[in-house]
């Protein structure tokens, strides 16, 4: 990073200046024309980027394996691809976060690119308040998704049945997520 | 062209919003609050499964009230969070938990314990912090320039602490007659004594803030002891007295549904009375709703969507109570 230069740079010529220009000789200014205040974290950028785009090819990958083995009619007969599967479960979510890292960090000096500036943006609340609230947030966070957590790997644990349960007795119906229809046996309100 | 007054438009439509949120998600959290009264888990349940189908809905007006105010007024946005940082947080942090308890509940014996305290505490949690929010609102707000100019504790007064408390109470009523409204046999019978108990306290807290308020600023006492105003504002205190009737009454035949009606009221004629009290601030009394506006095109564009959204959440909100209309009953097989 203190070299201000790519190791093993793989470059295609024009397609940047089309992307960001709509023109296939425009100019794009590279991040070194910018007075060192102006630029964002470059090594952040240059991972998150490339972790979110090898995340996305990874499951643009597993996608087009799979559906390879459906053509053969062998999709449920490949343990490494259902193995892989799993492996790749939390990947959506990697991808998301670090597209999100890629383009909040990109962003920075500024909260509004060109107009206001981060520091500007900031509110006058104080830093320790903002802290304890921090602080407040990642305990709750913690508690409520390690019981999430618990719980539905407590549901993945068992193996599923040929008809799935509805409600548990006593529990609610409820607008969003199970269906009341099948579980009543009645009209829905009688 | 007749000339609309986008802001003040909007202004009402946010007022909307946030009574909506207040008298719907009030009952919810109501119920919450009254969870430690009854100890019995078929109670529990039933009290829960009363409020299950509903209450996420319910929030969907804070989310509106508070995204609207951020959108349609920044600059009044930016001076209320950060001088309510911490009860904002606070109300937040206790819905999470009482909202995860609805999931959660269910997914364990042993635990269930656990979040039956959950539920209950932040219930209350989230209201007393949004009775302390209203209280710190009205009390005033230093503003210097265009943002907040006080201190990140100044919401903690003996006014906010009151407005706080007397909405625990107020939420508890509206539980307590949702629960006459929508239950039967012994949770109905002890929902009428906690609606005669909660009512006795709401309306005795209406009193002490009604009447601490006008000392509180000027503008305030200007709204409501000067002459001619007072006989325009007078019909709010009398209906009060009306609702309160009517609460009463109907706790003391055994109506179900005209005591849940009558605290709806009372919510209704509180925030008039406020609305009363703040026109045309939103934060009073330094920032008037039109100086808090945002640019006439932003609130043009944003009225359009508000034109097609707020129809279509007030219609499936209306279907959602139609749906899970009458009794909750109790026993096995869940809810029929």
């Keep these: 990073m203190e070299q201000e230069r790519t190791r093993y740079a793989v470059e295609v010529p024009k397609l940047g200046s089309l992307i960001l220009t709509h023109d296939w000789n425009g100019t794009v200014r590279g991040l070194k024309e910018w007075p060192a205040a102006d630029r964002p974290n470059s ?61 909040e960090v990109g962003r920075q000096p500024y909260t509004v690119y060109g107009l206001l500036r981060t520091a500007e943006s900031a509110s006058p609340i104080e830093a320790a308040a903002v802290g304890a609230s921090l602080a407040a947030f990642v305990v709750v966070y913690f508690a409520v998704f390690g019981a999430g957590a618990f719980y539905m790997l407590r549901l993945m644990g068992k193996p599923p049945g040929a008809s799935e349960p509805g409600l548990s007795p006593g529990e609610p119906m409820r607008a969003s997520g199970l269906m009341p229809g099948p579980v009543m046996g009645k009209e829905p309100g009688a | 062209v007749m000339h609309l007054d986008l802001a003040l438009i909007w202004a009402g439509l946010l007022a909307f919003a946030v009574l909506a949120y207040v008298v719907l998600d009030g009952f919810d ?116 320039g265009r943002a907040y100019a006080g201190g990140w504790w100044d919401w903690l007064t003996p006014f906010s602490i009151v407005t706080g408390v007397a909405l625990v109470f107020g939420y508890a009523l ?96 509180c925030f008039v009375g406020l609305m009363i009290s703040f026109f045309p601030y939103l934060v009073p009394t330094s920032v008037t709703l039109w100086q808090a506006a945002a640019p006439p095109s932003s609130l043009a564009f944003l009225l359009a969507g508000a034109a097609f959204l707020i129809p279509v959440i007030l219609a499936y909100t209306a279907y959602s109570y139609w749906v899970f209309r009458g009794k909750i009953e109790l026993g096995g097989g869940g809810y029929h």
């Design chain 1, 43 to 103: 090594a952040i950028v240059f991972w998150s980027f490339r972790v979110m785009v090898g995340a996305g090819l990874a499951m643009l990958a597993v996608g087009a394996w799979s559906l390879a083995l459906r053509v053969r009619r062998r999709l449920y007969a490949q343990p490494w691809l259902l193995r892989t599967s799993v492996a790749l479960g939390p990947i959506g979510i990697i991808a998301v976060i670090a597209g999100w890292i890629t383009t």
């Design chain 2, 29 to 144: 959290l109501g119920v919450g609050i009254l969870f430690p009264f009854l100890p019995d888990e078929k109670q529990r349940d039933e009290m829960m499964n009363s409020v299950a189908p509903v209450w996420d809905g319910n929030e969907t007006w804070l989310v509106l009230g508070g995204g609207g105010l951020f959108a349609v007024f920044p600059l009044a946005y930016a001076i209320i969070m950060p001088a309510l940082y911490a009860p904002v947080i606070a109300l937040l942090l206790g819905l999470v938990f009482r909202g995860v308890a609805f999931e959660f509940r269910w997914k364990t014996r042993r635990g269930k314990f656990l979040w039956d305290f959950a539920f209950a505490a932040g219930s209350t949690l989230a209201t007393f912090a949004q009775g302390i929010a209203l209280g710190a609102l009205v009390q005033g707000i230093p503003v210097s």
């Design chain 2, 174 to 269: 509206l539980g307590a007659t949702w629960l006459i409204y929508k239950t039967q046999g012994p949770t109905q019978q002890q929902a009428y004594r906690f609606a005669h108990v909660t009512g006795a306290v709401t309306l005795a807290a209406i009193g002490l803030v009604s009447l601490w308020t006008p000392f509180l600023s000027d503008v305030f006492r200007e709204r409501w002891f000067s002459w001619p105003r007072i006989l325009y504002v007078a019909p709010v205190p009398a209906l009060v007295a009306c609702a309160a009737y009517v609460l009463f009454n109907g706790l003391r035949q055994r109506h179900e549904l005209s005591p849940f009606l009558a605290s709806l009221a009372l919510f209704v004629l």
